[in-house]
């Protein structure tokens, strides 16, 4: 079966890390089909709008897109491009693994295996009630958690465990303090665990969550958690195995999904040919895994490492001499 993927090649250097990636993925020879379409700063000067319908009707029809990092201008009347595509899309769980790598300048070199299953269409980020008073003196926000919208999260951990042979699923909350809204979060996540006693569930709040992962992060298996906990503690994990060029993304929604590096278009090196590429190439790694195809996920994920093991060719974020091709190219030579 073919699939064709919406591909957006993004801003700074997005076009870079793009045409790595499609390189690793041609030579893995899926008849994969790419349609591409544009959104943030490239989209603004070719169409005059930061994310044209053309690209919302392509990631409708294919209903998977990989995408490189977005610029949003800074100022008034920009609102970010990937939070209108997770809200146009209801791409409700925001998926980030984070898996020790050999040879980064991680404190982890081994034993981190975790994915962070973060809410990401309700709580403090929904911008509902968000106002400062005249005076600015006082400033407020509603943070809306629904049990249809934990249900369906905490559901998405649990059945990801199922299908990927993973045994445990922490829920981090702060419902000590936060009693209504995470009070329901931890309700509902209580009534969809006690549905899947295949699998492990505790229950942890989320300050001694991040205490706990920096002291032994190898006790995690799944997190699941609401919007702003999972920001935060996806961020700390990407930190604990080696920074942002090997973290990469999903969004998934029931109708379509994005794959996406979880670090921005990094103006500071665009055009230099630097960068790393893995983060995207692991977020294609999670495409492939969502298309059905685990198999050829994995054997682009050993690729990764064993470049990653033989230092051929890393970027210098790295700490190596390679750039974004040469990296990708020997990545290519390992599959
Ligand atoms: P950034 O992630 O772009 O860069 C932070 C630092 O990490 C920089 O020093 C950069 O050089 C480095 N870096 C990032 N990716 C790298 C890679 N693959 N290889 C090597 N080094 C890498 O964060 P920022 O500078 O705060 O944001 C820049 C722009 O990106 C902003 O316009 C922001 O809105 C946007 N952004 C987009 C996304 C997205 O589209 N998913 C995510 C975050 C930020």
Do not use: W
Request: include cysteine; glycine fraction near 10%.
């Amino acid at each position: 079966m073919t699939h064709t993927i919406t591909v957006i090649r993004g801003d700074g250097i997005g076009p870079e890390i793009m045409a790595a990636t499609l390189h690793v993925l041609d030579k893995m020879n899926l008849g994969l089909q790419y349609e591409e379409a544009d959104a943030g700063l490239v989209a603004l000067e070719k169409h005059g709008e930061l994310l044209p319908k053309a690209t919302l009707d392509s990631i409708s029809k294919n209903k998977i897109a990989l995408k490189s990092p977005l610029t949003t201008p800074v100022g008034e009347g920009f609102s970010s491009i990937n939070v209108q595509l997770r809200r146009h899309f209801d791409l409700y769980a925001n998926v980030r693994p984070a898996k020790s790598f050999p040879n980064t300048k991680s404190r982890f070199p081994s034993g981190v295996d975790l994915i962070t299953v973060r809410e990401n269409t309700e709580g403090a980020y929904t911008g509902e009630g968000q106002q400062v008073s005249e005076d600015g003196e006082t400033a407020t926000l509603i943070q809306k958690i629904t049990h249809k919208g934990s249900e369906r999260i905490v559901r998405y951990a649990f059945d990801l465990a199922r299908k990927t042979g993973r045994k445990k699923v922490t829920v981090v909350h702060k419902a000590n303090i936060l009693k209504s809204t995470s009070g329901l979060f931890l309700k509902t996540a209580r009534e969809v665990a006690a549905q899947y006693p295949d699998i492990e569930c505790n229950e942890m709040i989320v300050d001694n969550t991040c205490m706990q992962l920096v002291m032994k992060p190898e006790q995690f298996d799944i997190i699941v958690t609401t919007n702003l906990f999972g920001d935060i503690i996806s961020d700390l994990c990407a930190g604990l195995v080696g920074g942002l060029g090997l973290a990469p993304g999903a969004n998934i929604g029931t109708d379509a999904a994005i794959f996406e590096a979880v670090h921005g278009s990094a103006p500071d090196i665009a055009g230099k040919g630097i960068a790393n590429p893995c983060a995207l190439l692991l977020g294609a790694g999670q495409m492939l895994d969502h298309l059905g195809m685990p198999q050829e996920a994995e054997r682009l994920r050993k690729a990764i490492v064993a470049t990653l093991e033989a230092r051929d060719n890393l970027t210098p974020d790295l700490g190596g001499t390679g750039n974004t091709m040469s990296f990708a190219e020997a990545i290519a030579s390992r599959l």
